[in-house]
T-cell receptor, first 116, second 107 residues
Framework: EPEVTQTPSHQVTQMGQEVILRCVPI?????FYWYRQILGQKVEFLVS????????KSEIFDDQFSVERPDGSNFTLKIRSTKLEDSAMYFC??????????????FGPGTRLTVL | KNEVEQSPQNLTAQEGEFITINCSYS?????LHWLQQHPGGGIVSLFM???GKKKHGRLIATINIQEKHSSLHITASHPRDSAVYIC?????????FGTGTRLQVFP
């Protein structure tokens, strides 16, 4: 069964460093999402991406964050200068169409980011 | 106030019991997801529904759009059902998550 994959599973970085989290969505899906979950808190929406551009982003997704689909398969989240409060589990998700077309989102296993 | 509220926050049950987890939302939605999160952190989609009721094995999800309320039921609960269950409202392009219900089922 097709699945969303994410790498790495765990990333440790120093404050101020840049990190790139990678995701490979399900191959025929057109919509891509990043969510994060700070330890002990609920999952929060970061950004959605369609047709090579951001379709919606949250207040969390500030200038330190960027997303890219560098080739036909990968979808990346870059944090330019990490802060301690960026420590969280980051989930990638994909869907065939947008959520408002009643298409399920399928989640990757997550990348745990630890900023020291 | 959270846009998606779940109750209870924590739930313990004996194996075999019938479980109900409730979700209320205050935002406009096109559909609602029920998701399961295991201790390792991975999130699995259980249901997506926009009306009525869906059933998959021992799991049943219902939604009442007029009342802005959904329920997840687990029949004949089992220790392997122990996980965090999350409802998430589909609002425009994104999911708005509830805080989750931590379920522990004891043998």
């Amino acid at each position: 069964e097709p699945e969303v994959t994410q790498t790495p599973s765990h990333q440790v970085t120093q404050m101020g460093q840049e990190v790139i989290l990678r995701c490979v969505p399900i191959s025929n899906h057109l919509y891509f999402y990043w969510y994060r979950q700070i330890l002990g808190q609920k999952v929060e929406f970061l950004v959605s991406f369609y047709n090579n551009e951001i379709s919606e982003k949250s207040e969390i997704f500030d200038d330190q964050f960027s997303v890219e689909r560098p080739d036909g398969s990968n979808f990346t989240l870059k944090i330019r200068s990490t802060k301690l409060e960026d420590s969280a589990m980051y989930f990638c998700a994909s869907s065939e169409l947008a959520g408002n077309s009643y298409n399920e989102q399928f989640f990757g296993p997550g990348t745990r980011l630890t900023v020291l | 106030k959270n846009e998606v509220e779940q109750s209870p926050q924590n739930l313990t049950a004996q194996e075999g019991e019938f479980i109900t987890i409730n979700c209320s939302y205050s935002v406009g939605i096109s559909a609602l997801h029920w998701l399961q999160q295991h201790p390792g952190g991975g999130i699995v989609s259980l249901f997506m529904l926009s009306s009525g009721k869906k059933k998959h094995g021992r799991l049943i999800a219902t939604i009442n759009i007029q009342e802005k309320h959904s329920s997840l039921h687990i029949t004949a609960s089992h220790p392997r059902d122990s996980a965090v269950y999350i409802c998430a409202a589909i609002n425009t392009d994104k999911l708005i998550f509830g805080t989750g219900t931590r379920l522990q089922v004891f043998p």
